[in-house]
């Protein structure tokens, strides 16, 4: 299975989120509601989430091992870094 589409949404506000991704994989599947994160050892990816009936947020879709995770959180980074360089504040979205 392949990553196919990355589209970067960044985020204006101030905070620690910095953008919002949506991934499609085989131009044929789509996870939407990925956050990349700014934490104390750098960015991260959050995958999309749900808060439970007990108020803990609950995955609602993810990869499952770390390779996985690793492999698609690299990629959107790197498309997240590549937009902050190319594209000026008013453009929000970027398209592989």
Request: hydrophobic share 40%; with cysteine; charged share 30%.
């Amino acid at each position: 299975m392949q990553i196919t589409d990355i589209r970067v949404r960044k985020i204006s506000k101030e905070g620690k989120m910095k953008a919002v991704v949506s991934i499609t994989f085989d131009n044929a599947f789509v996870v939407h509601d990925i956050k990349i994160i700014e934490g104390e050892k750098g960015l991260f990816i959050a995958m999309p989430s749900r808060k439970a009936a007990d108020g803990e947020y609950r995955d609602i879709a993810h990869p499952i091992n770390s390779d996985t995770r690793d492999a698609i959180q690299s990629m959107v980074l790197q498309k997240y870094e590549e937009i902050l360089c190319e594209v000026p504040e008013e453009e929000t979205e970027a398209v592989i």
